[in-house]
């Protein structure tokens, strides 16, 4: 029902003016809660993003380290080796030498 006299129009505006600003208030603030929530799961994925990258990044610089171990588990290998054929040599001599121990001793 519309009001017939002014100071009715009047307030009729006033209320309406509080109830379409009260919408919009709470339209606005619905907008910044989703707003809100939607940077915070934002900043979520960046963080395990970044940490991620700073694992890469990590695993990155150790690369030329693993170069230098190889370099010295190939050398380690080369003298196990040699120590297994020495080994083997020894025990092929000591099988077919009755005096081992004095045959050491002459050489």
């Known amino acids: 029902m519309l009001p017939d006299t002014p100071e009715a129009a009047a307030e009729f505006v006033w209320i309406a003016s509080l109830a379409v600003g009260l ?8 907008l910044l809660w989703l707003i809100h929530r939607e940077a915070g799961s934002i900043d979520a994925r960046v963080a395990k993003i970044w940490d991620v990258g700073q694992r890469v990044a990590n695993n990155t610089i150790h690369i030329p380290t693993l170069y230098k171990t190889n370099a010295v588990v190939r050398d ?23 005096g081992c121990p004095q045959c050491m001793l002459r050489h």
Not at 23 to 30: A, D, E, I
Not at 77 to 98: N, R, W, Y
């Open 76 to 98: 380690i290998l080369s003298t196990a080796v040699k120590i297994v054929d020495g080994a083997a040599v020894i025990e092929k001599h000591a099988q077919g030498c009755p």
């Open 23 to 30: 919408v919009v208030s709470g339209v606005v603030t619905l």
